[in-house]
């Protein structure tokens, strides 16, 4: 299973600061940056992703948006990806799996 984090700051005074500090958060807990303001993690099941969503609650900034989308590995794999120069990740690991450092 998967989480992906989707952050939509605003302009309000203070934002970026509460999004830095929520931006190292997810890094810190695991998170991978998969696209701009988008970030994934790799959980065992539902029970470890309410845990990290439980966490996130607790620190996420007061404005602007954060969306958390909950993905099994089929759904996930069923993703198609369109673009006209592939990653040099994906060329190292394949679009279908996640390297483990």
């Known amino acids: 299973m998967r989480i992906l984090v989707m952050l939509n700051p605003t302009n309000k005074h203070g934002t970026k600061s509460a999004y830095t500090a ?5 890094l ?7 696209g701009l303001e988008l970030y994934m993690r790799v959980v065992t099941d539902r029970k470890g992703a309410e845990k990290h969503i439980r966490r996130m609650e607790g620190i996420h900034p007061l404005t602007g948006s954060i969306r958390v989308l909950k993905l099994t590995e089929r759904q996930f794999h069923s993703m198609h990806v369109l673009t006209v120069d592939p990653d040099p990740q994906e060329l190292l690991v394949g679009t279908n799996e996640i390297a483990m450092l």
């Open 22 to 26: 929520f931006r190292k958060f997810l």
């Open 28 to 34: 810190s807990d695991g998170y991978i940056l998969f």
